[in-house]
């Protein structure tokens, strides 16, 4: 990255108070996504009464986005003129820009009108904030000199957003594609159908309005919490379709493309509420009240493959986007399995199983599209039986999926739960608000790599880009949404944009703090961990320490160890902390004049584990790997009710055996860990353990320990060793065999697939 007297790697915008009282005020807008190369200068151009803009009509779109930002947000008017001038670059990518400010003309170069608007939006970041909602109030605006030249990383940026499960206003869905077109991000991916609701009008199956876009009721609090509760409220509606038009020219001329998806062959209980005839049973049900994975499913018949086509023939007419998502999803084969008419299609078509018949469904839809002038995105579940011939894969199981069919030559979108899922928890403190579970903090968003290291340099060029998703079981309002939302979109903008060697999560994180300013200004209720702090034990030769951080700079970290809160008063953070015993470490960040954010509380169990030597043979899944395998034993348990925290590990369909080994043999009366038990989230905990302890006279006592799990989200295990009466018995090791559950049953979310296995801190006192 080339940079010329850039400090901090942020750009100053100056804006003019009062020339005549020689009062100037500063304003630091610091760009987000980061572009490839800047120059700065010591000089400023000037925005006012007398500045004139020009453009070339094909870059009129950028050119009047920016007039209309300058003139609605101050009370300058941009006359006729070349002190703006906005010209074409035939030499520039299509989505590339080049953007030069001087002291007497800003120019903007670019081939597209889309690579020219990119440049409006850095110029936008260059302005004081008051721009975005009109508080600007004086007659001048200055702006650095700077030459910049950038251009992204990946074709494909994009932002999901399901309203199916809940639903959001014309008007929010708009200022949600503001916010994607000001990061520069290109992709709208409209999650429209589901178990839980119908949300387009399709006009040809007017019961899709009048039955399948309401259920008559709604889940209370989370899937997890037994029995289940509901609010008796009928919920739903749908956007017509001018509002669909609506909706995708206000994105077009934000050069947003929006992807619809239309559900298939699975998550489809609603549509068959509707119209029964498409389900295998023929059977009457309700539209889904609460969340998770339904066996309805359309029955791969004329009747449905009609319904679809028609549905398709109005979704085609509605959305110009050359891609239609097709879901392919969490499709359940039970009734498949158990309908005549499948298996005997199964049959004539010379078919291997139901997942074939999932393949020869997709296929089908596939030819339909193609016909129209269309390609399909589907979710990964799409490989499986054979994935259709020109299918672009949607990746969100991890990034097996993504190099199974880069390396077959098909086009692929990362979105991996563990890196994309903003309706993930986004903090370890209590009082966030309810999610999913799972936990993605920023840094996680921000180290993301789109493209996974399997694939060679020529398989890499298959991966078209990236996409965060928002699924709205637990997020029913907009305040939510956009809680969920920011600034984890703002990480993953840089992610899909900037170049790697140009990202540096510390500086980005400088960037956002500044940031905050323009959201506030355009009233995105983001959330704010900036002020949060970081804690882990450590060990140094054979001693503990707690080590404690914050990533802002300029401020003090303040601590107690007794519990009790920290103050103006309580001890400075300078290093390492030593831990001899149980403690209660409370921190808090704190500026010269208050505190900020919110308290870090740890409670550390110094049991006879602590930094014991600890083994394992399988690595965890590089998704969960939390603190590493010595996390096991560090004395700090995970979340009661995230299992994504730096504490748990999560291993995926495998048997694991885990050694500690003691570096004098000790007494041992008890060993303690527990097992996550998130069904909803394909999390099963093991049904036994098996323990081999060698002793210090070096004997070994086997034995096993049967968990109940009873529907638990969290399952405890307690080992208590029964030594023989007036024997002194000392343990060397401990050995734990944790068998994975298996393939989750039918009829469960993930069905057909491995359980993932979650453990917690290994205590032994």
Same mark, same amino acid.
């Given at each position: 990255?080339?940079?010329?007297?850039?400090?901090?790697?942020?750009?100053?915008?100056?804006?003019?108070?009062?020339?005549?009282?020689?009062?100037?005020?500063?304003?630091?807008?610091?760009?987000?996504?980061?572009?490839?190369?800047?120059?700065?200068?010591?000089?400023?151009?000037?925005?006012?009464?007398?500045?004139?803009?020009?453009?070339?009509?094909?870059?009129?779109?950028?050119?009047?986005?920016?007039?209309?930002?300058?003139?609605?947000?101050?009370?300058?008017?941009?006359?006729?003129?070349?002190?703006?001038?906005?010209?074409?670059?035939?030499?520039?990518?299509?989505?590339?820009?080049?953007?030069?400010?001087?002291?007497?003309?800003?120019?903007?170069?670019?081939?597209?009108?889309?690579?020219?608007?990119?440049?409006?939006?850095?110029?936008?970041?260059?302005?004081?904030?008051?721009?975005?909602?009109?508080?600007?109030?004086?007659?001048?605006?200055?702006?650095?000199?700077?030459?910049?030249?950038?251009?992204?990383?990946?074709?494909?940026?994009?932002?999901?957003?399901?309203?199916?499960?809940?639903?959001?206003?014309?008007?929010?869905?708009?200022?949600?594609?503001?916010?994607?077109?000001?990061?520069?991000?290109?992709?709208?991916?409209?999650?429209?159908?589901?178990?839980?609701?119908?949300?387009?009008?399709?006009?040809?199956?007017?019961?899709?309005?009048?039955?399948?876009?309401?259920?008559?009721?709604?889940?209370?609090?989370?899937?997890?919490?037994?029995?289940?509760?509901?609010?008796?409220?009928?919920?739903?509606?749908?956007?017509?379709?001018?509002?669909?038009?609506?909706?995708?020219?206000?994105?077009?001329?934000?050069?947003?493309?929006?992807?619809?998806?239309?559900?298939?062959?699975?998550?489809?209980? +609603?549509?068959? #509420?509707?119209?029964?005839?498409?389900?295998?049973?023929?059977?009457? !049900? /309700?539209? &889904? $009240?609460?969340?998770?994975?339904?066996?309805?499913?359309?029955?791969?018949?004329?009747?449905?493959?009609?319904?679809?086509?028609?549905?398709?023939?109005?979704?085609?007419?509605?959305?110009?986007?050359?891609?239609?998502?097709?879901?392919?999803?969490?499709?359940?084969?039970?009734?498949?399995?158990?309908?005549?008419?499948?298996?005997?299609?199964?049959?004539?078509?010379?078919?291997?199983?139901?997942?074939?018949?999932?393949?020869?469904?997709?296929?089908?839809?596939?030819?339909?599209?193609?016909?129209?002038?269309?390609?399909?995105?589907?979710?990964?579940?799409?490989?499986?039986?054979?994935? +259709?011939?020109? #299918?672009?894969?949607?990746?969100?199981?991890?990034?097996?999926?993504? !190099? /199974?069919? &880069? $390396?077959?030559?098909?086009?692929?979108?990362?979105?991996?739960?563990?890196?994309?899922?903003?309706?993930?928890?986004?903090?370890?403190?209590?009082?966030?608000?309810?999610?999913?579970?799972?936990?993605?903090?920023?840094?996680?968003?921000?180290?993301?790599?789109?493209?996974?290291?399997?694939?060679?340099?020529?398989?890499?060029?298959?991966?078209?880009?990236?996409?965060?998703?928002?699924?709205?079981?637990?997020?029913?309002?907009?305040?939510?949404?956009?809680?969920?939302?920011?600034?984890?979109?703002?990480?993953?903008?840089?992610?899909?944009?900037?170049?790697?060697?140009?990202?540096?999560?510390?500086?980005?994180?400088?960037?956002?703090?500044?940031?905050?300013?323009?959201?506030?200004?355009?009233?995105?209720?983001?959330?704010?961990?900036?002020?949060?702090?970081?804690?882990?034990?450590?060990?140094?030769?054979?001693?503990?320490?707690?080590?404690?951080?914050?990533?802002?700079?300029?401020?003090?970290?303040?601590?107690?160890?007794?519990?009790?809160?920290?103050?103006?008063?309580?001890?400075?953070?300078?290093?390492?902390?030593?831990?001899?015993?149980?403690?209660?470490?409370?921190?808090?960040?704190?500026?010269?004049?208050?505190?900020?954010?919110?308290?870090?509380?740890?409670?550390?169990?110094?049991?006879?584990?602590?930094?014991?030597?600890?083994?394992?043979?399988?690595?965890?899944?590089?998704?969960?790997?939390?603190?590493?395998?010595?996390?096991?034993?560090?004395?700090?348990?995970?979340?009661?009710?995230?299992?994504?925290?730096?504490?748990?590990?999560?291993?995926?369909?495998?048997?694991?055996?885990?050694?500690?080994?003691?570096?004098?043999?000790?007494?041992?009366?008890?060993?303690?860990?527990?097992?996550?038990?998130?069904?909803?989230?394909?999390?099963?905990?093991?049904?036994?353990?098996?323990?081999?302890?060698?002793?210090?006279?070096?004997?070994?006592?086997?034995?096993?320990?049967?968990?109940?799990?009873?529907?638990?989200?969290?399952?405890?295990?307690?080992?208590?060793?029964?030594?023989?009466?007036?024997?002194?018995?000392?343990?060397?090791?401990?050995?734990?065999?944790?068998?994975?559950?298996?393939?989750?049953?039918?009829?469960?979310?993930?069905?057909?697939?491995?359980?993932?296995?979650?453990?917690?801190?290994?205590?032994?006192?």
């Amino acid at each position: 990255m080339h940079i010329k007297k850039l400090i901090g790697l942020f750009i100053l915008s100056l804006a003019l108070v009062n020339c005549k009282e020689e009062s100037i005020q500063i304003t630091q807008t610091q760009i987000i996504p980061i572009p490839n190369s800047i120059e700065l200068s010591d000089s400023f151009f000037t925005i006012d009464e007398n500045t004139g803009i020009t453009y070339d009509d094909n870059l009129k779109v950028s050119a009047q986005f920016l007039k209309n930002f300058i003139e609605t947000g101050s009370q300058i008017t941009l006359k006729k003129g070349n002190a703006i001038q906005f010209l074409i670059d035939e030499t520039l990518e299509p989505e590339a820009y080049n953007l030069k400010v001087s002291k007497n003309e800003i120019k903007i170069k670019a081939s597209t009108d889309q690579g020219s608007f990119y440049a409006v939006q850095t110029l936008r970041q260059m302005m004081p904030v008051g721009l975005e909602n009109g508080a600007f109030s004086e007659n001048e605006i200055l702006i650095q000199a700077v030459i910049i030249n950038d251009k992204p990383q990946f074709s494909y940026r994009g932002m999901h957003l399901d309203v199916s499960r809940h639903m959001f206003s014309v008007e929010f869905i708009k200022k949600y594609i503001d916010a994607l077109a000001m990061l520069k991000l290109n992709t709208f991916h409209w999650h429209l159908t589901d178990d839980q609701g119908w949300r387009i009008e399709i006009k040809k199956y007017p019961k899709l309005q009048e039955v399948a876009a309401y259920r008559d009721e709604t889940l209370v609090g989370h899937y997890s919490d037994q029995p289940h509760q509901f609010d008796g409220k009928r919920y739903g509606g749908y956007y017509t379709q001018e509002e669909v038009k609506d909706i995708v020219q206000y994105a077009k001329e934000r050069f947003v493309t929006v992807i619809p998806e239309i559900e298939m062959p699975g998550h489809a209980q +609603a549509a068959i #509420a509707a119209y029964p005839e498409l389900g295998c049973s023929d059977q009457p !049900v /309700e539209v &889904a $009240k609460k969340w998770g994975v339904f066996e309805e499913i359309y029955c791969p018949n004329q009747k449905t493959f009609a319904f679809l086509e028609g549905v398709l023939d109005e979704v085609v007419e509605l959305f110009p986007s050359e891609y239609i998502h097709i879901g392919g999803d969490e499709a359940p084969k039970t009734r498949w399995k158990n309908c005549e008419h499948c298996q005997a299609l199964i049959k004539r078509e010379g078919l291997k199983d139901e997942h074939h018949l999932q393949s020869y469904f997709i296929t089908k839809m596939e030819k339909y599209l193609n016909s129209k002038g269309r390609q399909i995105i589907g979710w990964d579940e799409i490989l499986e039986g054979g994935l +259709a011939p020109n #299918a672009t894969v949607m990746s969100w199981r991890g990034t097996s999926g993504a !190099v /199974e069919a &880069a $390396k077959s030559g098909h086009n692929v979108i990362m979105t991996p739960t563990s890196r994309c899922y903003f309706d993930y928890y986004q903090s370890e403190n209590d009082d966030e608000p309810l999610a999913i579970g799972g936990f993605l903090p920023l840094e996680k968003v921000y180290g993301f790599n789109p493209i996974p290291e399997e694939l060679t340099k020529e398989e890499s060029k298959y991966v078209l880009g990236a996409q965060g998703n928002i699924w709205t079981e637990y997020i029913p309002t907009e305040k939510h949404l956009e809680y969920m939302a920011f600034p984890r979109m703002l990480a993953l903008s840089e992610v899909v944009w900037s170049q790697p060697e140009n990202k540096n999560y510390e500086d980005f994180v400088s960037r956002l703090e500044n940031f905050h300013q323009r959201l506030d200004a355009l009233d995105i209720n983001y959330a704010n961990h900036l002020y949060e702090i970081e804690g882990d034990l450590i060990s140094d030769d054979g001693k503990s320490y707690y080590e404690l951080k914050t990533l802002t700079e300029g401020k003090n970290i303040l601590y107690t160890l007794d519990g009790s809160e920290p103050s103006v008063n309580s001890k400075v953070y300078e290093s390492k902390i030593p831990i001899i015993e149980s403690s209660i470490i409370k921190a808090a960040v704190f500026n010269e004049e208050k505190r900020l954010g919110k308290t870090f509380s740890q409670t550390i169990n110094y049991h006879k584990a602590v930094g014991a030597k600890i083994t394992i043979d399988k690595q965890p899944h590089k998704a969960y790997s939390g603190s590493g395998i010595e996390g096991l034993v560090n004395g700090i348990s995970g979340s009661d009710s995230r299992y994504g925290d730096k504490e748990w590990l999560g291993f995926w369909g495998e048997d694991i055996e885990i050694t500690i080994d003691f570096e004098k043999a000790k007494k041992v009366d008890t060993i303690r860990t527990r097992f996550y038990n998130g069904k909803g989230q394909w999390i099963y905990a093991p049904k036994q353990l098996d323990f081999k302890l060698i002793l210090d006279d070096g004997s070994i006592v086997y034995d096993e320990k049967s968990l109940n799990e009873n529907n638990n989200k969290i399952v405890d295990l307690e080992y208590i060793f029964n030594y023989p009466k007036g024997l002194d018995i000392k343990v060397k090791s401990i050995h734990f065999k944790i068998p994975n559950y298996g393939t989750i049953p039918e009829g469960k979310q993930g069905a057909g697939n491995k359980a993932w296995t979650f453990i917690d801190e290994i205590i032994i006192n």
